[in-house]
């Protein structure tokens, strides 16, 4: 690793991942891993084998989960694997919910980071970006502003690594995003795993992606994209509101249990390896 890493060279070397959709890694499909997803973690976890072997890798994030089923059903597993390194964003789904009090809510959130410091590892938080989505939405970013300086402040006060999602440029290309507008790309994703690698101080070679700029849509092609959004993506996430239900509800996380990452091939070697012992 480089000189100004943040991680051990040496010890136990855990990586483990705490959230929601947002560290499950939604939106950077693939059907070779554990719930057909990749994402920015499993990019950092491989980054960190290869600078430095012998890196261990859990992933506890599951998407729709609020603060307070990390803290639940994430926490304590975490703690227990006595990690190096820990990264968390919780809370942006509770800043969707209807009733939500944010001063409780970022009380909560600073409980947890306190217990994620306490264990000697470094932690890494992440502020929440300004998605232009609707302008229904609009009414959200109150709520983001508070969320946003309170991780800055916690993260300042427990000494714990911050990624200011809120100030990524990058994120304002609507390229970076899934078609659902709420979750990053593939290419979003990416870019993501190399600002979490630069600001812990590791190397890697993630580039940002260059693209031409966007044609102009007309005003019928914006139309049919806004329709295609509110029924693929808006009506069936109120329906889920109504009956009580999120997506997240049937999964399992995603790498509950350190796995030591190849150094060679990554996460979809050992899922490969994983699938053909199954089949044997």
Not at 31 to 56: M, T, Y
Not at 109 to 117: F, G, M, S, T
Not at 144 to 169: E, F, H, S
Request: glycine share 8%; charged share 30%.
């Amino acid at each position: 690793m480089c000189a100004d890493s943040l991680l051990p060279s040496s010890g136990r070397r855990v990586f483990v991942a705490l959230g929601d959709s947002f560290t499950e890694g939604v939106g950077d499909r693939d059907e070779r891993l554990p719930n057909e997803v990749r994402g920015w973690a499993d990019r950092v976890a491989e980054k960190l084998a290869k600078a430095e072997p012998g890196w261990e890798y859990a992933n506890l994030a599951i998407r729709s989960k609020r603060l307070r089923h990390v803290v639940s059903e994430q926490l304590e597993q975490a703690l227990a694997m006595k990690p190096a390194l820990i990264t968390l964003y919780a809370g942006g789904n509770d800043i969707l919910d209807i009733g939500t009090d944010m001063a409780v809510l970022m009380d909560d959130y600073e409980k947890l980071v306190a217990r994620l410091a306490g264990s000697g590892a470094t932690v890494v938080l992440f502020t929440g970006f300004d998605v232009k989505v609707s302008a229904v939405l609009e009414l959200l970013k109150k709520r983001n502003t508070i969320y946003n300086q309170r991780v800055r402040d916690i993260a300042a006060k427990y000494g714990a690594v911050l990624v200011d999602y809120w100030c990524l440029d990058a994120f304002h290309d609507q390229r970076m995003w899934d078609s659902d507008r709420l979750h990053m790309s593939k290419a979003g994703h990416k870019y993501l795993a190399g600002q979490v690698l630069d600001q812990l101080g590791v190397p890697h070679k993630i580039q940002p992606k260059e693209w031409e700029p966007q044609p102009r849509l007309s005003l019928r092609e914006w139309e049919q994209r806004q329709r295609r959004w509110v029924n693929d993506w808006v009506l069936p996430l109120f329906g889920r509101k109504i009956r009580g239900i999120t997506l997240g509800d049937s999964l399992n996380p995603r790498w509950p249990d350190p796995v030591k990452v190849p150094r060679k091939g990554g996460l979809r070697k050992l899922a490969e390896k994983r699938e053909k012992a199954k089949k044997a």
